[in-house]
T-cell receptor, first 113, second 115 residues
Framework: GAGVSQSPRYKVAKRGQDVALRCDPISGHVSLFWYQQALGQGPEFLTY????????KSGLPSDRFFAERPEGSVSTLKIQRTQQEDSAVYLC???????????FGPGTRLTVT | AQTVTQSQPEMSVQEAETVTLSCTYD???????LFWYKQPPSRQMILVIRQEAYKQQNATENRFSVNFQKAAKSFSLKISDSQLGDAAMYFC????????????FGKGTRLHILP
């Protein structure tokens, strides 16, 4: 079956532009996580959804970052007024919930110029 | 707060040899998971091995095994018979067992395999 997919795979944005990154989780997975991975670092948690409910957004670095999952399936991470420090790989992961394994997508590499 | 520390930014090993990657972590919880993930240049995060903290027996998956020392909060990964395809970034990671929770990653170790 299909895994977690993310689009676009690469995004270049000029400083100040808004971007939207999409995550398609594995069908039937209720939990969805977003992580940010800066160059040469490990991924860091951004936010977590259980179905359509955003249960934890403690990792979002600023109010320029916004995530949604309106129908409990596809999720979008939006970054407004992008800054150079937003350049990173954004990883999405989904799971069946509880203690089950998180499956990761291939990530979106965002470069802000 | 939980933390994961990998003190080896890079390591190299000769093909067919054995290599051990180190990891230490800090937590006040008693129930948790520890993981090793592999991230090749494709960026796809692949689960290599998982250890439940309540299990005394060290996890093994084919050529991959761990040395889990709960009291010392140490969790090392041993790769036997290293292969060229093992070259990647390896991340040690922690996750609470008490809830559907985020994964906390270390900074990673880049493993080079020398032919």
């Amino acid at each position: 079956g299909a895994g977690v997919s993310q689009s676009p795979r690469y995004k270049v944005a000029k400083r100040g532009q808004d971007v939207a990154l999409r995550c398609d989780p594995i069908s039937g997975h209720v939990s969805l996580f977003w992580y940010q991975q800066a160059l040469g670092q490990g991924p860091e948690f951004l936010t977590y959804f259980q179905n359509e409910a955003q249960l934890d957004k403690s990792g979002l670095p600023s109010d320029r970052f916004f995530a949604e999952r309106p129908e409990g399936s596809v999720s979008t991470l939006k970054i407004q007024r992008t800054q150079q420090e937003d350049s990173a790989v954004y990883l999405c992961a989904s799971s069946l919930g509880g203690q089950t394994e998180q499956y990761f997508g291939p990530g979106t590499r965002l470069t802000v110029t | 707060a939980q933390t994961v520390t990998q003190s080896q930014p890079e390591m190299s090993v000769q093909e067919a040899e054995t290599v051990t990657l180190s990891c230490t972590y800090d937590t006040s919880e008693s129930d948790y998971y520890l993981f090793w993930y592999k991230q090749p240049p494709s960026r796809q995060m692949i689960l290599v091995i998982r250890q439940e903290a309540y299990k005394q027996q060290n996890a093994t998956e084919n050529r991959f095994s761990v040395n889990f020392q709960k009291a010392a909060k140490s969790f090392s990964l041993k790769i036997s018979d290293s292969q060229l395809g093992d070259a990647a970034m390896y991340f040690c990671a922690y996750r609470s067992m008490n809830r559907d929770d985020k994964i906390i990653f270390g900074k990673g170790t880049r493993l080079h395999i020398l032919p």
